[in-house]
């Protein structure tokens, strides 16, 4: 485990331009199954043979109850894809794959197995609109065909070291998909082992002699880098999934690379974890206003220090100041809302503001509970 920034650790390994994150199979099956039923996104795990991507893919449909579809590219050819074509009338039609999920099939999960042992150049381009993410609103297509949003997929590959037979990917086509490297990892193994029933010396064997459970391999040489459309996946994953531990950094770095994940991560644990200064909520409001709404009841009472005191030696209150002050005071909850306004009341320049009849619709709760509360 490696200390990044001083602010999170992950496994690395080493590559020609710096060091990729990589996850277990049991971290990956937990990213997968988050993306899967929350995203269209098209995970691509990336590892060495025999270190249980596959099976990891298997478990993960079992346990979402989704069907499990697998394609291995490295056998079939374009029209093992498109299908084959035949004309009605004068219109040239291609018919469906076999294997392609019906609109009336169960939720599926059709995995791309060996996408770059694809044999001919015309099959990996034809399988490249299938692995690209829809366009919002829009299904997944291939060719003519269209498939419906509840079906997924999921891509698998060998890493081209030199070790495997397999094309170097487009950089356009990693962009398209959220890349997660996996390792062998010997307490995952050791989980699975038990949980089958695999021989007891091959588990004792393994348990005192760890390293002989699967060779060094060589490093994984496909690295992500930032673009805008990975800063978009991002932005999905962030709004629609949530990452244990570590795994956060891991699939970021899948997207936009190590550094730029690194960056993110920590510009939001040095920024996102600031409470609001008054002059942000003060002069900025439209830029921080989904942040404040996001603030923590600590975060929000720092906020409120910092506006009560910013108001007790203000020598005046521009009409966009006393715009931005009622809409932090609208989003905040209740309890909080009655602390805050009793404790302005108290300053005759934010009292005048507040009294007025226009913020009623914001205050005039806590203001009649502040009256009722001193008259009893």
């Known amino acids: 485990m490696t200390n990044v920034a001083g602010f999170s650790t ?5 590559t020609a331009g710096g060091q990729l994150p990589i996850m277990n199979i049991e971290q990956m099956k937990s990213v997968i ?3 899967v039923t929350k995203t269209d996104l098209t995970p691509c795990v990336v590892g060495h043979r025999g270190v249980g991507k596959s099976a990891g893919i298997m478990q993960v449909c079992r346990e979402i109850g989704r069907r499990y579809v697998p394609l291995r590219l490295g056998q079939m050819e374009v029209g093992d894809l498109v299908g084959i074509p035949y004309r009605e009338g004068k219109t040239m039609h291609w018919s469906r794959p076999s294997w392609w999920p019906d609109d009336s099939d169960p939720e599926s999960v059709v995995h791309c197995d060996e996408l770059n042992r694809a044999q001919q150049e015309d099959t990996l381009q034809a399988i490249f609109q299938f692995v690209e993410p829809p366009l919002s609103g829009a299904a997944r297509g291939l060719h003519t065909h269209r498939l419906h949003h509840k079906h997924k997929v999921i891509v ?4 081209p070291d030199g070790t495997y037979q397999v094309a170097p990917l487009d950089r356009a086509l990693i962009d398209r998909m959220v890349m997660l490297y996996v390792e062998s990892d010997y307490n995952c193994w050791a989980g699975y082992a038990q949980q089958n029933g695999f021989d007891s010396n091959v588990q004792d064997f393994l348990a005192a002699n760890r390293n002989l459970l699967a060779l060094d391999a060589p ?3 496909i690295e992500a880098k930032p673009s805008e459309r990975g800063w978009e996946m991002v932005s999905t994953l962030r709004k629609n999934c949530r990452f244990s531990g570590d795994l956060e950094m891991e699939v970021y770095a899948g997207i936009v690379g190590q550094e730029a994940a690194i960056s993110f ?4 644990k040095e920024t996102l974890d600031r409470p609001l200064t008054a002059a942000e909520v003060l002069d900025d409001w439209l830029t921080f206003a989904g942040r404040a709404a996001r603030q923590r009841e600590d ?4 906020t409120m220090s910092a506006l009560i005191s910013h108001c007790r030696t203000a020598p005046s209150f521009p009409e966009t100041q006393e715009a931005a002050l009622v809409a ?6 209740r309890d909080l809302k009655f602390a805050m306004v009793k404790s302005l009341l108290t300053i005759p320049m934010a009292a005048t503001v507040l009294t007025a009849d226009r913020h009623d619709a914001v205050v005039l709760d806590a203001i009649r509970a502040i009256s ?3 008259s009893n």
Do not use: C, R
């Not at 698998?156 to 890493?159: E, K, R």
């Not at 991560?265 to 939001?268: G, I």
């Not at 975060?299 to 720092?302: C, E, F, L, R």
């Open 156 to 159: 698998t590959i060998n890493p």
């Open 372 to 374: 009722n509360e001193a």
């Open 328 to 333: 932090y005071l609208d989003i905040l909850p």
């Open 33 to 35: 199954a988050e993306i």
């Open 219 to 221: 490093p994984m040489e």
């Open 265 to 268: 991560m920590k510009w939001q």
């Open 299 to 302: 975060q929000h009472g720092a």
């Open 10 to 14: 992950f496994k690395v390994s080493k």
